[in-house]
């Protein structure tokens, strides 16, 4: 996961400010994950599955391995982060399409 954030965190240079716009993008990645953090804390207690302990660090946070929590903040993240940055650069192409029909 860290490595997706790596990745993506340059696009901050090409979106919208996905970093600086800290509310907004609470707003955007909290309500998805409560649903998702509320359906695996069912499963978890109803056994319907487990996390291998070979592929986890250990740490927990009650039932739910950290990795897991994490998984819900920097996935959503990382798409917020991909999705401003291409709308930033069609939006900046389609712009400088439109320049060029009108100077020919």
Known sequence: MLGCLAITAPLEAFGSGVYRQPRRTAAA???VAVVFVVWDLLAILADVW???PRYITG????VFPIEELMFFIVIPLCALLT???VSTILGF???HRSRRKVSR
């Open 93 to 95: 192409l389609a712009k």
């Open 29 to 31: 990645i909290i309500p």
């Open 50 to 52: 487990d996390y291998n």
């Open 59 to 62: 740490l927990h946070i009650g």
């Open 83 to 85: 999705f401003s940055a």
